[in-house]
């Protein structure tokens, strides 16, 4: 009498070679794009950072070592009472959680001033020369400094399937402290969390990015 495995198995494995499931998705086939930013931002980041916006648009996004998908939860209430004994949820808000990249950083170190001339500028609204003894910070308007120009693609290395998230109104909320030390040399990489309003993911074969 054949085992329940030698009876199971083999069906089962044949089913699985035929289905995505035996074909996983990997990490590394990814992309990060930045198209144009708002004029009063790329002004800022050009004229005072001299980081032009081919960089922005062509290289930046190359440069991304390390992504992370982005992911939502909704926050819940909760109803008593309504059915005896019994506590229920119901979903109110959809919150959107911060995510972070990590980019290697050039030569010219064009990524750091890209990521510090945008936060720059988002606390640049005083218009004072940050030398001045009576310095002060004053924040611009959200609309000047958040953009919808961040993207990341997740495909695949046949390039027959894809994901496209776009990030509404995204900003860079902080970036982590860069370490330097002598030693083995290694590649310089900025890390930078992104906070944005929401993300719209575009299903396999959309490439609608408005």
Same mark, same amino acid.
């Given at each position: ?71 939502? !939860? ?86 027959? !399937? ?49």
């Amino acid at each position: 009498m054949a085992s329940p495995k030698t009876v199971v198995q083999e069906p089962k494995m044949s089913v699985l070679k035929s289905k995505d499931i035996a074909k996983p998705s990997l990490t590394n086939y990814y992309q990060v794009h930045f198209s144009t930013l708002t004029e009063g931002l790329q002004k800022h980041i050009s004229s005072r950072y001299g980081v032009k916006s081919e960089f922005i648009t062509q290289e930046s996004g190359l440069m991304c070592a390390d992504a992370t998908l982005p992911t939502s !939860s909704f926050a819940t209430a909760e109803v008593k009472d309504n059915f005896h004994g019994i506590n229920e949820q119901y979903a109110h808000t959809r919150l959107y959680i911060d995510t972070d990249f990590t980019f290697y950083v050039d030569k010219n170190y064009q990524m750091i001033k890209f990521f510090e001339g945008w936060m720059d500028y988002i606390s640049s609204g005083s218009g004072m020369n940050e030398n001045s003894k009576t310095y002060y910070r004053r924040f611009q308007y959200p609309d000047t400094y958040k953009c919808n120009t961040m993207y990341i693609t997740k495909f695949e290395k046949d390039y027959e !399937s894809e994901l496209v998230y776009h990030f509404r109104n995204v900003f860079p909320k902080s970036m982590t402290a860069i370490p330097v030390s002598y030693g083995a040399a290694d590649i310089l990489k900025v890390n930078v969390t992104f906070n944005y309003d929401r993300y719209v993911m575009y299903p396999v074969g959309s490439r609608s990015y408005t």
